[in-house]
């Protein structure tokens, strides 16, 4: 089955879930130092009503967090450019996919001006490919509904509003993983069809390809996501994306 062939389970219209989303990613490549990073959001999901049309969704960050065990002196820099997409209105199609942002002039408008205040006191290479790639990622809203879809940002979120008997696959590109094109499974593992089970394997193979692990869990409470987590295990590094409900 393809994700053409499931049906939508839509929050409640107007009704405010509150959500903690949680990347942590640990790097082996240096035997005596591993580095790791955990960003978490705490976000704000509302279903509502516009001109007739009830397919929209606003997130809302209330906040960022960014902790490393090593000196890292960019995560100020890194929450800063953070909170341009602290506010962000999306349209969703009949199969929980992105396919429009409403507010996309905003954001563009607000990352010209985060742009202009982060270069007055940040500067190097590393800092101007980084505000360049936001730079570009604004330049089309395709890039930008690929960019909120990906696990790194809303993407389990958007993979939990569905469920069946049956089993779906996908296809997934990874951001973190040098955009490996990634073929997704999910499937029931109860008989109430409480939490699916994730599994997924690279499509082709190639150097971001040495995947030893990719699997994961959603769990869902009275019709809603309530806890979602993807591992991702490398030759050097893991990666673990998070979701958990906080609100009732």
């Known amino acids: 089955m393809n994700y053409l062939d499931y049906n939508i389970i839509l929050p409640e219209l107007d009704k405010t879930n509150e959500f903690l989303f949680e990347n ?33 969704l606003q997130l809302f960050i209330s906040d960022i967090k960014i902790k490393s065990n090593m000196s890292t002196g960019n995560i100020f820099f890194l929450e800063e450019v953070g909170s341009v997409f602290d506010e962000v209105e999306v349209e969703i199609n009949d199969y929980g996919k992105i396919i429009s942002i409403l507010n996309f002039k905003e954001l ?29 990622l604004l330049k089309e809203e395709r890039r930008l509904i690929s960019f909120f879809s990906d696990l790194k940002i809303y993407g389990l979120y958007f993979s939990s509003l569905y469920r069946n008997s049956y089993d779906i696959e996908q296809k997934r590109k990874l951001i973190d993983c040098g955009k490996t094109l990634m073929t997704e499974r999910f499937y029931p593992k109860d008989e109430k069809f409480i939490t699916y ?52």
């Open 24 to 56: 942590i990613s640990t790097d082996f490549s240096n035997p005596k130092t591993v580095k790791k990073i955990n960003y978490t959001r705490n976000v704000s999901i509302t279903r509502f009503k516009r001109d007739g049309n009830d397919m929209l």
């Open 108 to 136: 563009q408008d607000r990352w010209k001006t985060m742009h202009t205040k982060l270069a007055i006191d940040n500067e190097g290479r590393t800092v101007e490919t980084y505000m360049q790639n936001i730079t570009d």
């Open 197 to 248: 089970a994730i599994k997924g394997a690279p499509v082709q193979s190639n150097e971001n390809s040495n995947f030893i692990k990719y699997q994961g869990i959603i769990e869902y409470r009275e019709d809603q996501i309530n806890f979602a987590t993807i591992e991702i295990e490398k030759e050097k590094n893991t990666l673990v994306y998070n979701l958990y409900k906080t609100s009732v």
